[in-house]
């Protein structure tokens, strides 16, 4: 990216991605009284409850594959990945605040708080899900329904359209923190890609961005990088940190599914049920791909997938499970938008093991055993990017003064679980940093 800057704005804090992270860190700070720019890439989408819908919003529409032939994808529109996502929440783990000295327990509580967090009643617990359930119990499997992100008064428990957006408004996605902000005064530019931190002397004076007119400056005491897994470690390279990006961790996913003979069509809400391997790090929930998703999955298998193609029209019949697997922090994002993520050998193993424990709770559920498919293997929650501990202090600032990153690249290690609630808690505990900072320096002032 290249060109001279035509227009230059002013703020307190500038934010580059609107995700989860940035989102929240933009509502807290506008509340508070700073005057904040927020720059996403992404349009803001409205076109909602259609697969199509999902790869709309998803980067380069989600043809994004490793070098390794892993497909990865993420989100890139107003509100980030979480437009996107299926809304399960996780707490975040116990070695945040042993090892890292981090105590989330403030901000989740006031996370729980402010968006009906649990999981859904009994009522959105369809047939599928149901069986799944009962045949994962008979088994000896702590298989019960899942914390979801998700209003249950306003979801239809016959929709399962979670990942197009969620038209019915159920879904918490990061957008509505994101409105809270305009409404405090933030400043939404969309379609406007941060290429860079503007610095002088070490310290962040601002970004350089290019948006629909063409290039501007956008200067900031504050720069907050939350371009989301992938964005922010390529800002940091262009900003001259280099090792931003240099080993990264993603969750690694496999959908089981099978025809059941005693299952009617019908449509439900997936994932709303399931059993958490903390340990080993490996979630097992019950949910079946829609059936573009399936199809896409079938072609990337190859002549194999390609000669079961006509199943994706038994899509109502069919029951899934779907196995996520924490992956280890390794390989690279590079600055042409390409990276390296292998899958390791032990992640290999967890994938076989979530597979094998699905075939068996499907074939006690209905599905023959010469119709279960195991489909591709695909990935989503990239975070480790640009880590605490590493790269950043334990305020998330990075070598340049001023320069904080907030979203899932902030993650210090192998992950494994859906991250949306330990980003949203990670960028409250920032903004309460930030503020207490300002009221810092102003009384330092006033006493001088
Ligand atoms: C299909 C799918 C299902 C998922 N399901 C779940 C789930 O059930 N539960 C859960 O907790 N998580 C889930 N996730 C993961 C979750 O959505 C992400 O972890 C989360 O959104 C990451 O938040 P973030 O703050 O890192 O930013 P992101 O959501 O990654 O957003 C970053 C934003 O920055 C923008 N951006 C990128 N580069 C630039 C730039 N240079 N300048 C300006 N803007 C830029 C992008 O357009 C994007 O909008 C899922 C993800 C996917 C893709």
């Known amino acids: 990216m290249n060109g001279t800057p ?7 804090v500038v934010i580059a991605g609107s995700g989860p992270g940035g989102a929240t860190v933009a509502r807290e700070l506008s509340r508070r009284g700073k005057k904040v720019i927020v720059c996403e890439a992404g349009k803001y ?10 790869v709309n919003m998803l980067d380069r529409k989600g043809m994004t594959f490793s070098r390794e032939g892993n497909w990865v994808v993420s989100g890139r529109t107003a509100g980030g990945g979480s437009v996107v996502y299926g809304g399960l929440a996780f707490r975040p783990p116990g070695w945040f605040k042993e090892k890292y000295d981090i105590d989330l327990k403030e901000e989740v509580d006031e996370f729980y708080e402010e968006v009906p967090i649990g999981p859904l009643p009994d009522s959105h617990i369809g047939p599928a899900a149901r069986k799944i359930m009962e045949e994962a119990r008979k088994m000896g499997l702590d298989w019960k329904p899942l914390d979801r992100l998700i209003r249950a008064e306003k979801c239809r428990p016959d929709c399962d359209q979670c990942m197009s957006g969620c038209k019915e408004g159920a879904k918490w996605t990061a957008r509505e923190f994101l ?7 933030a400043q939404l530019l969309l379609q406007t890609e941060v290429e860079r931190v503007l ?12 948006g629909r007119d063409g290039w501007m400056n956008i200067l900031a005491d504050t720069v907050i ?3 989301g897994g992938f964005g922010s470690p390529r800002i940091l390279q262009r900003s001259g940190l280099y090792d931003a990006g240099h080993g990264f961790a993603v969750d690694f996913g496999r959908y089981v ?20 391997f903390s340990e080993e790090g490996l979630i097992l929930a019950s949910a079946a791909p829609k059936a573009m998703m399936y199809a896409a999955l079938l072609g990337l298998a190859g002549p194999r ?11 109502g019949r069919t029951l899934g499970i779907m196995a996520i697997t924490r992956d280890r922090v390794e390989g690279r994002i590079n600055l042409d938008g390409s990276f390296s993520k292998p ?3 032990d992640c290999q193993a967890k994938l076989n093991k979530g597979a094998v424990i699905a075939e068996q709770i499907l074939q006690e559920a209905g599905v023959r055993r010469e119709d279960l498919t195991a489909l591709t293997v695909f990935a989503a929650h990239q975070v480790a990017s640009v880590r605490i501990g590493e790269l950043l202090d334990k305020d998330c600032q990075t070598p340049i003064k001023g320069c904080y990153c907030m979203d899932a690249s902030v993650i210090p290690e192998d992950w494994g679980l859906p991250p949306v609630v330990t980003i949203v808690s990670l960028a409250k505990r920032l903004a309460k940093h930030l503020a207490a900072s300002v009221e810092a320096k102003v009384a330092a002032q006033e006493t001088a």
Do not use: C
């Open 225 to 227: 990088v939350s371009a």
């Open 343 to 345: 899958i390791d050998e």
């Open 199 to 210: 610095t002088e002397s070490g310290e962040a004076v601002g970004v350089r961005a290019r």
């Open 257 to 276: 599914v099978g025809p059941a003979r005693n299952h009617s069509p019908q449509t439900e809400v997936p994932a709303v049920a399931g059993v958490n």
């Open 305 to 315: 997938g390609w000669g079961r193609l006509q199943k994706v029209f038994q899509t």
């Open 179 to 185: 409105e809270d902000a305009v409404v405090s005064g």
């Open 6 to 12: 035509t227009r230059t704005l002013q703020a307190d």
């Open 45 to 54: 989408h409205k076109w909602f409850g259609y697969t199509l819908s999902m």
